[in-house]
Structures are given as structure tokens and as C-alpha cells.
């Protein structure tokens, strides 16, 4: 028994020994805040098991009777056992280990992210293989590549201040982790097997651009302490704000806008994004407008905006298609106007809500996810009310 008991604690601390570094849960200890927030986000639910959408297309796909789970690149670079087998031709489905269950895309997965390859098909992120080195971008320090903890003293040594950190150093001089470039080597681009892009996220033209980009809108400055070692009073939220999580943090991005003429009433959505409002093909964009008059209230026809991709005019899995069927997603820049001839009288008011379906009835039917309720119910984005003077 006693033997027993030995090799296994053996082979778990063998184990922490490979994974070590690596493991998410090991920033948690320094890091509990953004740790949280992470846990929340989709990137940490990224999975198969964690994410019953991509479960659900993945079931379907043909690469699974392949044994190819391809989408590991993205989805779960956490599982290097994974992307190994892929790389040698072996056959490599996803299993429950911890990385697909704790974290597909982790802290690490991030971190390390020394540039992006371009190619068609999807870019290609090219990791750092200096040990224990982290990127990250600090103002007023993008040029130090090799930050360890150190201790200052001044006043002649009566104070003295740690910097650093105990368990990792930091390389501040990574161009992409002030521009957003980093976030592209996943979210640009994907072209599947007939060369048609089934995703695209632009972003924007200029590349010193650090203040309108992926980076600056997705993961805003909030309340709360970076680290536990050296208190801040804000850090960068890593819940990701987006369609799964917190989009009301992304509201500011979209202006409403109302105007009454002869024949009715104008509305128009402004998107300030640098890439189209909505970006997923399975994401549907509704505009929906209440007037309430003294004796009544009128819902009137709701306005959808959505990318529809497929073959041959009709609707498809992604896999199969090689044309996009109707494109009406509110475009970056654009305000698009909608025009309602319904007529109002003074002392109306008009409510204009803005916002989507995780999932279409459409794609919810046809993936058999239409009795989760969570994935098929509208979602607010921005509401605004008007009235009739
Ligand atoms: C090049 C990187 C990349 C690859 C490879 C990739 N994906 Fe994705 N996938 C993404 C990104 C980025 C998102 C999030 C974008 C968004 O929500 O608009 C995403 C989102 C999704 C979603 C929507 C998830 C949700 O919760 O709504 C599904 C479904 C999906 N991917 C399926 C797959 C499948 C199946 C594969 C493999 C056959 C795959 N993806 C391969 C990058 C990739
Ligand atoms: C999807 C990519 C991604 C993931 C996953 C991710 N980060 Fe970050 N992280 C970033 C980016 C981008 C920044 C902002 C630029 C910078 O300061 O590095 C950042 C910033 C930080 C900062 C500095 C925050 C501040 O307020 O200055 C810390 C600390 C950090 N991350 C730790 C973590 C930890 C710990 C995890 C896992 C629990 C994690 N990150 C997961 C991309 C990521
Ligand atoms: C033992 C505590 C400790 C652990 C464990 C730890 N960190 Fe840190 N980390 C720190 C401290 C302290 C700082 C702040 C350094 C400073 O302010 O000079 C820091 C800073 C960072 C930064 C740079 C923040 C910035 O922009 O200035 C990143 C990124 C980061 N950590 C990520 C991680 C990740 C990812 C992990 C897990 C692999 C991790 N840390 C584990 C203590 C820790
Ligand atoms: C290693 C690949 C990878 C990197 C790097 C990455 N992402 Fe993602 N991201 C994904 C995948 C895959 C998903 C979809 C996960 C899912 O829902 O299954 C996603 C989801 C998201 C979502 C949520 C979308 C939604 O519908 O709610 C946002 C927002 C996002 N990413 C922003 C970013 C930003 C900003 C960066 C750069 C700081 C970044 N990502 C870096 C792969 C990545
Ligand atoms: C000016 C702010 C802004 C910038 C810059 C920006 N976004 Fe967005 N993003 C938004 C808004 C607004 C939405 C729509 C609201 C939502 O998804 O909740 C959004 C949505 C998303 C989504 C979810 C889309 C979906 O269909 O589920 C992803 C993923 C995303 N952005 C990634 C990125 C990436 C990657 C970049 C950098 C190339 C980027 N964003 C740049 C504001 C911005």
C-alpha cells in the first residue's frame, strides 16, 4: 500500500513538473482577480465540453470521423498533447483532461504569443520559448524585455520597493500586446476546405494604434487590484467582453439615433466597432421598436441583421459553404438608418431596443440546442427611449 501511495505521488508531482508553469491555477494565487474573470470568459470555455455550440457543430462536422479535431489551434491550444498528435498524422480527438475542461485557451496560451504568421487559410500564432518569460505592456516601459522581481532602495536604503515578479519574468517590448495584433492570430480570419472565408475580423488600418483596438474595447480597465503583491487600483478585465459575456460593457460603441419625418420615424445604429457589428455567422442582430401612445402600445415589425453564409442561395454548415447567402450585419463605421412609416402623434414614445440571438431558430433547431432556452432568448445590447414633441 505504502508503495502505492509512493509512486503515486511520484507520478503526480511528474506530472505538475511538465504542465507546471503552464497550468492557469498557478497564476490564480498572485493573479485572483483577472483569474476569476478569466474562468467566467469564453476563452476559458472554449471546448467541447465547455462549450455546448461548438459541441454541437463538431458533432456534425466531418473531420470528426477523421479523428481530426483541427480546431484545436484555437479552441484548446492549452492541450499540447492534443496539437502534438495532430502535427504527427496521429489520431487526435479531444479527451477530458484538464486542459479541455479548466481551460482550452489559457493564461499562457496569451502570454506567450511572440508574433503572428499570415497565411490564407487562418493565421498561425508563433510562441516565445524563453522559459517562464510572459509579454505583456506596460506605458512607459515598452522597451524592457527582461523584468524580474528586483528590490530598490532609495533615500539611502531607508525605503525600499520590490518590482517584478517572484514567478516569472516580463517582456514589455511585444508590439502586439499594445495594438491588438496579438488577438489576430485566432480571430482574423478562417477559410475552409472551398477557399471561402467563413469569418473575418477586421481591425483597424493603423498598426500604433493603441487606443481604439481589440485590446482597448475588449478588455477595459476596471476596478480592482492587478496582482496581490503590488496592489493596483485597476486592472484589464479578462472576462472578454463580447455576445457571451458582459456586452452591455461594449454599449458605448453603438450610437442610437432618432428622427421623425412626414410619412413616419427614421432610427439609425451607428457601429463604432473597426469590424462588422456582429461576426459570427451564427449570431443574429435584431433592431425591435415599441411606440407607446396614450391608449395603447404597438410593437412593430422587428428589423434583423445578419451574415447568412452557405451554398447554392440556401443556408448551410459552415464546412460546406462557398458564398455568403444574405449579408445585412451593420458593417464598422457604418450608421445604418431603418425607416418605419408608422405615424406618431405628440406624446408618444417611442422605446428603440438593440440586440441579438446567441443563436438563430434557424441554427438552434438544426444543431438540436433549441431546448436551452439561454442560447436562444433575446439579449439587450442598448436601449433608448425617444418622445414625440
Ligand atoms: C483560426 C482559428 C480557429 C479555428 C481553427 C477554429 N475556430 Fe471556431 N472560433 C474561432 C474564433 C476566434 C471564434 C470566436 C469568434 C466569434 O465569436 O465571432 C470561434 C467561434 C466558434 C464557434 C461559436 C462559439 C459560440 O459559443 O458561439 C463555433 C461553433 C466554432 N468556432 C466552431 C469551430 C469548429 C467546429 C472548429 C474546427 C472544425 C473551429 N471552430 C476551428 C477561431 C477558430
Ligand atoms: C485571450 C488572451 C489572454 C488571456 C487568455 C489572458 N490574457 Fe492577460 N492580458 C492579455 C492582454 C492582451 C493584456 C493587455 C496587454 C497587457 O498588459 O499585456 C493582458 C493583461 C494582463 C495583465 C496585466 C493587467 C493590468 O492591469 O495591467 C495580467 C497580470 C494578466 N494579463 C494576467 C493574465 C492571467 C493570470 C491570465 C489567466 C488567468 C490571463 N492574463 C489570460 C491577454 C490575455
Ligand atoms: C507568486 C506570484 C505570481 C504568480 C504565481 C504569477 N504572477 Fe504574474 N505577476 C506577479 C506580480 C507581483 C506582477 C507585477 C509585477 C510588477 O508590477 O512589476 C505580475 C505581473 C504579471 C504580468 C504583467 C503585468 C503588467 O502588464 O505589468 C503578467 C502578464 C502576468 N503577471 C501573468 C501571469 C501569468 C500568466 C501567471 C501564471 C502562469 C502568473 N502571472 C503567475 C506575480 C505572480
Ligand atoms: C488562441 C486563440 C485566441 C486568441 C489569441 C484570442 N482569442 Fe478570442 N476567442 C477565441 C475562440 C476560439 C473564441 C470562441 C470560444 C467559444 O466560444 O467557443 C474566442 C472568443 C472571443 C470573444 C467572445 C465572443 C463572443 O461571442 O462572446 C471575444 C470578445 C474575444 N474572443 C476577443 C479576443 C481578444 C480581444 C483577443 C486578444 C486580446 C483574443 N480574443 C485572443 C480564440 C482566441
Ligand atoms: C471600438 C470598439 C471595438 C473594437 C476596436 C473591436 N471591437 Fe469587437 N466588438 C465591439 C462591439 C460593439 C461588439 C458587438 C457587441 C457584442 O458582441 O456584444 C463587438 C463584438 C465582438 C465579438 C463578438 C462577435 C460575435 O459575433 O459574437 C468578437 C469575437 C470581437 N468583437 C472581437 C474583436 C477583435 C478580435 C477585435 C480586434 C481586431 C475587435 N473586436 C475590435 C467593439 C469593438
Known amino acids: ?217 475588449h478588455m477595459p480597465s476596471v476596478k480592482g487590484t492587478m496582482n496581490t503583491i503590488h496592489k493596483t487600483d485597476m486592472h484589464i478585465y479578462h472576462g472578454f467582453t463580447g455576445a457571451s459575456n458582459s456586452p452591455k460593457m461594449l454599449a458605448q460603441y453603438v450610437k442610437i439615433a432618432f428622427n421623425q419625418s412626414n410619412e413616419g420615424f427614421e432610427v439609425s445604429i451607428k457601429n463604432e466597432a473597426t469590424h462588422p457589428l456582429f461576426l459570427h455567422p451564427l449570431r443574429v442582430a435584431q433592431l425591435q421598436v415599441t411606440v407607446a401612445s396614450k391608449d395603447q402600445n404597438i410593437i412593430l415589425e422587428p428589423i434583423t441583421f445578419k451574415r447568412v453564409i452557405g451554398a447554392n442561395k440556401k443556408q448551410s454548415m459552415p464546412w460546406l459553404a462557398d458564398s455568403i447567402v444574405t449579408d445585412t450585419q451593420i458593417q464598422n463605421n457604418e450608421n445604418r438608418k431603418v425607416l418605419f412609416d408608422h405615424k406618431l402623434q405628440i406624446g408618444d414614445t417611442v422605446e428603440v431596443k438593440m440586440g441579438f440571438y446567441i443563436l438563430s431558430k434557424v441554427s438552434s433547431k438544426k444543431l438540436g440546442l433549441d431546448s436551452d432556452k439561454e442560447l436562444s432568448k433575446f439579449i439587450l445590447l442598448k436601449k433608448e427611449t425617444f418622445t414625440v414633441e
Not at 65 to 71: A, S, W
Not at 175 to 189: E, I
Open 1 to 217: 500500500m505504502k508503495r502505492i501511495f509512493f509512486v503515486l505521488i511520484f507520478a503526480i508531482l511528474a506530472v505538475d513538473a511538465v504542465a507546471g508553469f503552464e497550468e492557469s491555477k498557478k497564476c490564480q494565487k498572485c493573479h485572483p482577480i483577472i483569474y476569476d474573470e478569466f474562468y467566467g470568459s469564453s476563452h476559458r470555455k472554449s471546448s467541447v465540453y465547455t462549450d455546448p455550440i461548438h459541441k454541437a457543430v463538431w458533432d456534425k462536422h466531418p473531420l470528426k470521423t477523421q479523428e481530426k479535431y483541427t480546431c484545436a489551434v484555437c479552441h484548446t491550444p492549452a492541450d499540447k498533447e492534443l496539437l502534438k498528435r495532430l502535427e504527427e498524422g496521429k489520431p487526435a480527438l479531444p479527451q477530458a483532461n484538464e486542459a479541455q475542461l479548466e481551460e482550452g485557451i489559457s493564461c499562457v496560451s496569451c502570454h506567450t504569443i511572440e508574433s503572428i504568421e499570415i497565411h490564407e487559410k487562418a493565421n498561425k500564432n508563433i510562441l516565445s520559448t524563453k522559459p517562464k518569460t510572459l509579454f505583456s505592456a506596460r506605458e512607459g516601459q515598452e522597451n524592457e524585455k527582461n523584468v524580474q522581481l528586483k528590490t530598490t532602495s532609495s533615500f539611502f536604503g531607508m525605503f525600499s520597493q520590490k518590482s517584478g515578479s517572484p514567478y516569472h519574468t516580463i517582456d514589455y517590448s511585444n508590439k502586439g500586446f499594445y495594438n491588438g495584433d496579438m488577438c489576430m492570430g485566432c480571430h482574423s480570419h478562417k477559410q475552409n476546405a472551398h477557399k471561402f472565408e467563413v469569418c473575418t475580423t477586421t481591425q483597424a488600418k493603423d498598426t500604433n494604434n493603441t487606443k481604439g483596438n481589440c485590446i482597448s474595447c
